[in-house]
């Protein structure tokens, strides 16, 4: 090959590299304001929150092209740095030393790769139509944080990363997630969950979880996550009523079971009572079991905090529930502790 053909062939190659990122760039809209959606009198106006769907729109586009220039302008994207940042904290085993590793292997080829890229179109179409068309719903998870809140950051639509995630001033929810196959709603509710995090989060920090060493530590990992997860649970409980989706989250289904809340809730206080009683004793595999029932399989956490939330509520009054989240975890549980005095059911167990 002569250098000026191979250098003809490198010119050539740069110019369609360029086209294909400009070409990139173009495709993705730029994301749209709270601001932008409603009248300026609007109270949500004065909310400064973003609503980015670039990540779920480059992954579609990677599935079918292939092109690293597309993974490559993912890995820059504020929605691969909120992912990253959020699985360093709550050390989710993935890779964590990059947001190109990170990208790179949730979108590594997979059998469900096909199924997924189907449930985050369908995610996509709904989330930039019906979600954005009234985004009222905001108010739902606002209703539940202190007046004082303001939104600073974005709600992603992403892919492959959990079911929905908050740190810092930003929230996600995962496009492909099977979750989102038969309802489309879902995506609404989830949003609400994953933005009260982001609220109850700019007043209680999380922790770090590889920094738990001790019993008591985990201890306060779960008072935290009763709180946070319980109050998200409860701050959507109204909407999926009104809108008859109760039965469409295991969660919903469970809080309408009272036996099953009451054998629950047993559990709970059973498994809070053992890492109460363990100390500043090593944080062993047995004490971390519990965190296994707290965040899954039972997941004992959301739903039993999801019933402190509106057992408070209904005695004391929203007001005092939000009040709690400024005052934190211990507070929340021993304000449930008062007002179930007066619910025999709620304290049937403790």
Known sequence: MSNFFRIACLLVAGLAL?????????????????????????????????????????????????NAAVLKQLAQSPAA??????????DYDMPKDSTQSLVTHLLQPSPQRAAQAKVCQSSLDYFTTRMLADPRWVNDALHYLPTDFRFHGALFLTFGYDIGVAFGPSAS???????????????????????????????????????????????????????????????????????????????????????????????????????????????????????????????????VGARMAQTIEQVAGRPALVGLIKTGPGSFLEKYRLVAQSQPAATRNQ
């Open 173 to 303: 929810l995962n496009c492909g997630h099977r979750h989102f196959a038969e309802h489309d709603s879902e995506l609404m509710y989830y949003a609400i969950h994953e933005l009260h995090h982001v609220g109850f989060m700019s007043y209680q920090p999380p922790p770090r979880l590889s920094g738990i060493k001790t019993c008591r530590e985990l201890l306060h990992l779960v008072e935290y996550s009763t709180q946070l997860e319980g109050m998200a649970v409860w701050a959507a409980y109204a909407r999926r009523d009104r809108e008859h989706a109760l039965g469409d989250d295991d969660d919903y289904v469970a809080l309408q079971d009272e036996a099953r809340m009451l054998r629950d809730e047993a559990l709970y206080f059973k498994d809070l009572h053992y890492l109460e009683e363990r100390g500043d004793a090593p944080a062993d595999a047995d004490a971390w079991t519990v965190i296994e029932r707290m965040s899954s399989g039972e997941r004992l956490w959301y739903r």
């Open 18 to 66: 360029a086209f294909s990122e400009a070409g990139l760039a173009h495709m993705s809209p730029e994301p749209l304001t709270l601001r932008d959606l409603v009248s300026p009198g609007d109270p949500l106006a004065q909310q400064d929150l973003t609503f980015d769907t670039t990540f779920a729109q480059l992954a579609i586009q990677y599935f079918d092209s292939n």
């Open 81 to 90: 740095q909120h992912l990253l940042d959020h699985a360093r904290n709550f």
